[in-house]
T-cell receptor, first 111, second 115 residues
Framework: GQQVMQIPQYQHVQEGEDFTTYCNSSTTLSNIQWYKQRPGGHPVFLIQ?????EVKKQKRLTFQFGEAKKNSSLHITATQTTDVGTYFCAAPFSGTYKYIFGTGTRLKVLA | DARVTQTPRHKVTEMGQEVTMRCQPI?????VFWYRQTMMQGLELLAY????????DSGMPKDRFSAEMPDATLATLKIQPSEPRDSAVYFCASGLIRQGEYEQYFGPGTRLTVT
């Protein structure tokens, strides 16, 4: 069945360092979404990517959708302690609005 | 600032008891989802409603779980009888499909502990 793999599982960085998480799908996707979940909190929608090769930026966050629409990445430039949390990608299950979430990447930022 | 609300926020119950979790989606949203989150399994989709109609509940253990939307302002997830392995955080999310664009808004979750 459809799977969404996310790497790495954990990442510890020094404050000010960059961070990237990658999401890979076994099938071509119509779109992909990214969420952030703070410790003890709930997932919060960050962005949706739809077009092949699309790149979107939100301040220090850069989101990219692969040309083949099978992978995506989230890059954070110059991490801050407020970036701590788990970042999830989510992909719709073939032609529906049922989203499969990746395993998440837990980011720790050391001050 | 519209939000998804969930009650209760925390629930501790004994094995075999019935548990009912409630969710009030954001007014005007036409989809509602129930998710379960555990350390081992991550975020799993349990059930999915669109315009109050159940579209998919393949992620739910059918013998003990049931999900309903009695009206547009209330979604419920029921577990009967509950088991220790049901201990998890249960999230409700609602969203709006608009011209192919879609985003989900999650509620704060219900943390369920079954002893």
């Amino acid at each position: 069945g459809q799977q969404v793999m996310q790497i790495p599982q954990y990442q510890h960085v020094q404050e000010g360092e960059d961070f990237t998480t990658y999401c890979n799908s076994s099938t071509t996707l119509s779109n992909i979404q990214w969420y952030k979940q703070r410790p003890g909190g709930h997932p919060v929608f960050l962005i949706q990517l739809v077009k092949s090769g699309e790149v979107k930026k939100q301040k220090r966050l850069t989101f990219q959708f692969g040309e083949a629409k099978k992978n995506s990445s989230l890059h954070i430039t110059a991490t801050q302690t407020t970036d701590v949390g788990t970042y999830f990608c989510a992909a719709p299950f073939s032609g529906t609005y049922k989203y499969i979430f990746g395993t998440g990447t837990r980011l720790k930022v050391l001050a | 600032d519209a939000r998804v609300t969930q009650t209760p926020r925390h629930k501790v119950t004994e094995m075999g008891q019935e548990v009912t979790m409630r969710c009030q989606p954001i007014l005007g949203h036409n989809t509602v989802f129930w998710y379960r989150q555990t350390m081992m399994q991550g975020l799993e989709l349990l059930a999915y409603f669109r315009n109050r109609a159940p579209l998919d509940d393949s992620g739910m253990p059918k013998d003990r779980f049931s999900a309903e939307m009695p009206d547009a302002t209330l979604a419920t997830l029921k577990i009967q009888p509950s088991e220790p392995r049901d201990s998890a955080v249960y999230f409700c999310a609602s969203g709006l499909i608009r011209q192919g664009e879609y985003e989900q808004y999650f509620g704060p979750g219900t943390r369920l502990t079954v002893t």
